[in-house]
């Protein structure tokens, strides 16, 4: 039996979403070994696209099943009015698993989306969104001039080459230290990504006057909500490993991927002191940073087998 009226029925409106959803996916299962300076990497990642946000916008944090520390802090943000959407997991569902919820629930027109171990300068949503809207059919612009595997952005290319108004390049436009920004805070070996380089060329579209790089990462995006939908749900068996099949399926379907020619974000990786940022956020500064030194061989042995050792009881205790 219902005694009286619902009071919802009497309210005439309801708060409108963002155009734009700002969304993180978060899993940080302990504080300790790999985990260790994870929640300070959080911490600094949501204080930036809380400071540097120069657009509207509503953030949606979904949490993988972390630490009740993680939770804890998370759920105080929310409380806060700093999280508008909160989605908690019982269970740890992968990346693949989380990007199948947020695409399918983010209220906005374009999502934002970007791993949360990621900083973000000053005006990046406004630099990111000009791509968007500037270019026809675009899946994915991401935030750094970057390298990316031609084949997941063949549509990108074909649209250039149909269209008079664009030109395609191919050489070494980006620096050593461009690629080794974004490489080194991977956990890349210094000599290997040099090698690495030495053989691929990058790929340069100037459309309108202004250069652009071919190709996006999956760590940062922004697109627009209805190229995302069209290519749910993503295959998800593993936690990790499948992520490229966004950018398979995004290419697929015709969408163009693309990357601006200027630094708009910084990916972070599990430390930050590696990547030039403090425990407070602070950007230190990167010119002059000691790179990574030689390693004497039964060092770097031992290195290897003590991570064997640590990945095996990681995967023993959270498996």
Known sequence: MRVGQNP??????VPQPARVTVATVVYIPLLSGYFEQSLDVLKICLNSIWDHTDESYDLMVFDNASC????????????????????LSEENIGKAGAWNVIFGAAPGEVIAYADSDVYY???????????????????????????????FST???????????????????????EHWRHARSLGGDEQKVREF?????????????????????????????????????IP????????????VAINEKGYLRLS????????LGNRLSENGFNARGALTNLKGRERNRPRILHWQ??????????HRIFEFLHR
Not at 8 to 13: L, R, T, Y
Not at 301 to 310: G, P
């Open 68 to 87: 009740p520390e993680v939770r804890q802090y998370l759920l105080k943000m929310q409380e806060k009015g700093k999280i508008q959407y909160l989605l």
């Open 236 to 247: 998800n068996e593993r936690p990790m490993g499948q992520v490229r099949l966004l950018d």
């Open 8 to 13: 919802a029925k009497f309210i005439q409106e």
């Open 301 to 310: 042995l031992a290195e290897d087998f003590l991570y064997w050792i640590y």
């Open 197 to 233: 380089f030495a053989d691929v060329e990058d790929i340069r579209l100037t459309y309108q006057g202004e250069h652009y790089y071919v190709g996006a990462g999956h760590f940062q995006f922004v697109g627009f909500k209805r190229a995302f939908q069209s290519v749910l749900p």
């Open 121 to 151: 300068y000053p005006g990046w949503l406004t630099a990111q969104l000009d791509v968007l809207e500037k270019f026809p059919n675009v899946g994915m612009v991401t935030g750094i001039p970057m390298w990316s595997p031609a084949e």
């Open 260 to 267: 601006t020619p200027e630094w708009w974000v910084q990916h």
């Open 155 to 177: 549509s990108t290319v074909q649209w250039a080459v149909n269209n008079p108004d664009a030109e395609i390049e191919r050489g070494e436009f980006l620096t050593w230290e």
